[in-house]
């Protein structure tokens, strides 16, 4: 069984760039290839990975569908759910420690409900191959809204040091509540942190209820590598930000 992390927030919160640091603490802190997951249809968490991308399961779902409405032949007479399963491994980013899925743009006009059905049957199973599977959502709540994020061990919600990304990440938390979702465990990271304003979003988010698991400081490094498009995996042992959120990652004892 692998244990899945998920991250959300709102946007702008810096959670892709958490999520790749969090890729990169279980590539070399625990054993086993990770499954990343880029579920944000803006996707971009393979640059903060430094890979590229050469399909995405988007592509992949109307180049099918595609195949259906023509009535093309199917590759050694395959079924559709065969067709779909050769795919989605088709779409498979391999990298050292680590192996990334892009889900890619949303869907088109029209109801594929069914197709989409049996992409995230086929998602689900290849994400039991691996040890460990980080999902990296779009921001904001429509994820949840939709059920997309389920059976999760750590929900990670990122807030950038305002009231505001406190407050979205109640109303996140709020939301699996009335939803129901299959979480076991939800906290909050506060990211770009300068002076003391962290302590009082912190005893904010505390007050609402959540849990802060812990504070990450502005980081210059991050600005920096991402002007020059240069990925964040690859940051210095140095980087403040790296240090903090293995520190953080340790604090929640992922198994």
């Known amino acids: 069984m692998s244990y899945l992390i998920a991250l959300a927030g709102k946007g702008g ?6 999520a790749g640091l969090t890729i990169r603490y279980l590539k070399e802190k625990r054993r086993g290839p990770i499954l990343a997951v880029d579920a944000d249809s803006n996707a971009c968490l393979n640059e903060a990975l430094g890979v590229d991308v050469h399909t995405t399961v988007g592509a992949l779902r109307e180049s099918s569908l595609e195949t259906i409405r023509s009535g093309t032949d199917r590759p050694g007479g395959m079924s ?6 050769y795919q989605i491994h088709q779409a498979l980013i391999e990298a050292e420690g680590f192996d990334l899925l892009v889900m890619g743009r949303p ?21 039991e191959k691996y040890p460990y599977v980080v999902i990296d959502n779009e921001a904001g709540m429509e994820h949840l809204s939709r059920r997309t994020t389920h059976r999760v061990n750590l929900l990670i919600m990122v807030s950038d040091p305002t009231v505001k ?6 109303r996140i938390d709020e939301l699996i509540d009335e939803l129901k979702l299959d979480i076991e465990r939800r906290v909050l990271i506060i990211n770009r942190v300068m002076g003391e304003e962290g302590e ?5 988010a505390e ?5 802060v698991a812990g504070l990450i400081p502005q980081d210059g490094t991050i ?15 140095e980087s403040p930000a790296l240090q903090s959120i293995y520190s953080i990652l340790d604090g929640l004892q992922i198994p």
Do not use: W
């Open 107 to 127: 869907e088109g006009p029209g109801c594929y409900c069914a197709a989409n059905n049996i992409i995230r049957k086929y998602t689900d199973m290849l994400s």
């Open 207 to 211: 007050q609402l209820g959540l849990h």
């Open 200 to 204: 009082r979003l912190r005893d904010l």
């Open 223 to 237: 600005f920096e590598y991402d002007m020059i498009g240069k990925p964040i995996f690859e940051l210095p042992e």
């Open 80 to 85: 559709m759910e065969e067709l779909f399963e």
């Open 13 to 18: 919160t810096g959670k892709t760039s958490i």
């Open 165 to 170: 990304g406190v407050k979205t990440a109640k």
